[in-house]
């Protein structure tokens, strides 16, 4: 496992000049990732704000092959460059051995590429498919998907007299991945760098499809100050709303416990999309998002003692 | 620059890659976005124990480190989020307020 010292030495993946917005925690999510990443590589990203913001004509923020790709499809395209290089390999028509990483948003992963990430994965191409979860379709204006959290404002689940925000909760994806027989399947976020690299260290070396899911706050969305986006991250970490866990030969670990699980409020409360629910009509609500993350987080725990 | 964009507003149609290939990879390094920024970070040396947290969750890479060592920011390309500050735990990063050129 690579120390912050060794990272540091490395190239870096994705260089400066990109233009996310600043505190975006897709670019640290991504930096991350390539930091931890071997090279060769070879790159796919679903369109979304990632992809728009690093590879604006004539520039990329890409400091390796990439494919860019349409929003629905990053794992197929991921899997024909991986079977291509298999096919090249297998007539020696090529020495190195080549890493494969597919990035998507939420939208991109949990509903519009759903489907093609299901295939790959059931196909067993050996690549990572890295979903950066910010909780909306960011790059066009905030709609919600099915990653959204129950509660949460964007333009397309409006806050009014009616509905407090979206009504439903969001889908386990990390866990429909699990799913998927003899994936190596993991979820966490850019706070815990170290848990966040050697997870991709461990994706990118095992001989199979893997799927980590990172938590990517956005500060645009979200409503929060740019200079929180860390600290953000790591709260729902230690409210449990995003607990840091993986999934290998069928075995689920979790690889955080917080020795007091903070109550989800100190996490709501420093986001705009979630400040109508600290009204004295809302409180219900929070409620229910606390009742929620308990009992997911009791079977995250009895999951883990399988 | 190994594949020279400076004229591309003149180029005709042919003269861009098929597929609007872009031939140099991490070539945004051309593009600034220092000036995006309202607040500059600036590094307070005799506070850093150099555990370079600022250096891995900056999110444009833009804090500098040189054989394990913080090395000051781009300012080239710093957005100015203060992400920096917020996460270092010896208060070695001050956000200051940019002032403009008239200012100073
Ligand atoms: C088939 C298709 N439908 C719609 C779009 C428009 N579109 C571009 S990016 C985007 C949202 C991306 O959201 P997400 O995947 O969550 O990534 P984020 O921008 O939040 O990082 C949409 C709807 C598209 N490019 N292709
Ligand atoms: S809208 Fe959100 S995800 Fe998109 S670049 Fe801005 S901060 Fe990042
Ligand atoms: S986070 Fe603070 S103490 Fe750590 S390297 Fe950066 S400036 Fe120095």
């Known amino acids: 496992?690579?120390?912050?010292?060794?990272?540091?030495?490395?190239?870096?993946?994705?260089?400066?000049?990109?233009?996310?917005?600043?505190?975006?925690?897709?670019?640290?999510?991504?930096?991350?990732?390539?930091?931890?990443?071997?090279?060769?590589?070879?790159?796919?990203?679903?369109?979304?704000?990632?992809?728009?913001?690093?590879?604006?004509?004539?520039?990329?923020?890409?400091?390796?092959?990439?494919?860019?790709?349409?929003?629905?499809?990053?794992?197929?395209?991921?899997?024909?460059?991986?079977?291509?290089?298999?096919?090249?390999?297998?007539?020696?028509?090529?020495?190195?051995?080549?890493?494969?990483?597919?990035?998507?948003?939420?939208?991109?992963?949990?509903?519009?590429?759903?489907?093609?990430?299901?295939?790959?994965?059931?196909?067993r191409h050996r690549f990572l498919y890295v979903c950066l979860d910010n909780g909306a379709y960011m790059n066009t204006g905030i709609q919600r998907s099915g990653a959204t959290p129950l509660g949460a404002w964007t333009t397309t689940t409006p806050v009014g007299k009616k509905e407090p925000g979206k009504l439903e909760w969001r889908k386990n994806l990390t866990a429909i991945a699990a799913a998927h027989d003899g994936t190596y399947v993991a979820q966490t976020t850019i706070s815990h760098w170290k848990d966040l690299t050697q997870k991709v260290e461990k994706a990118l070396s095992y001989n199979g499809p893997s799927f980590i899911n990172i938590l990517a706050p956005c500060p645009r969305g979200w409503r929060t100050k740019e200079s929180q986006t860390v600290r953000i991250a790591r709260l729902a970490v230690e409210t449990c709303y995003w607990p840091l866990f993986e999934v290998e030969n069928g075995k689920w670990q979790i690889n955080f416990q917080p020795?007091?699980?903070?109550?989800?409020?100190?996490?709501?409360?420093?986001?705009?999309?979630?400040?109508?629910?600290?009204?004295?009509?809302?409180?219900?609500?929070?409620?229910?998002?606390?009742?929620?993350?308990?009992?997911?987080?009791?079977?995250?725990?009895?999951?883990?003692?399988? | 620059m190994k594949w020279d964009v400076r004229r591309i507003r003149e180029w005709k149609f042919y003269e861009h890659p098929q597929g609007a290939t872009i031939l140099e990879a991490g070539n945004s390094l051309y593009y600034q976005t220092g000036s995006w920024r309202t607040f500059r970070p600036v590094w307070i040396g005799e506070k850093c124990t150099h555990c370079l947290y600022c250096f891995i969750f900056c999110p444009d890479a833009a804090v500098k480190v040189s054989k394990e060592k913080i090395a000051g920011f781009d300012y080239e390309h710093c957005k100015g989020c203060g992400i920096c500050a917020t996460e270092c735990p010896r208060e070695a990063i001050e956000m200051v307020e940019e002032q403009r050129e008239s200012d100073r």
């Open chain 1, 1 to 123: 496992m690579a120390s912050l010292k060794e990272l540091s030495k490395r190239k870096e993946g994705l260089v400066a000049g990109h233009r996310l917005c600043a505190g975006c925690g897709e670019g640290i999510a991504v930096r991350q990732v390539l930091l931890a990443a071997p090279r060769p590589l070879v790159c796919a990203v679903a369109t979304g704000c990632l992809e728009v913001s690093t590879t604006v004509y004539p520039y990329t923020s890409w400091n390796c092959s990439l494919i860019h790709t349409a929003f629905e499809n990053a794992a197929a395209t991921i899997s024909g460059v991986e079977a291509a290089f298999e096919a090249l390999k297998a007539r020696r028509k090529i020495g190195e051995d080549f890493h494969f990483i597919a990035f998507g948003g939420d939208g991109a992963t949990y509903d519009i590429g759903l489907q093609a990430l299901s295939g790959a994965l059931e196909r």
């Open chain 1, 259 to 306: 020795r007091e699980k903070k109550p989800i409020e100190e996490w709501l409360k420093l986001q705009g999309r979630f400040k109508h629910l600290f009204k004295e009509e809302n409180r219900p609500v929070i409620e229910k998002i606390q009742n929620y993350i308990d009992t997911e987080w009791e079977k995250l725990l009895a999951l883990s003692s399988l």
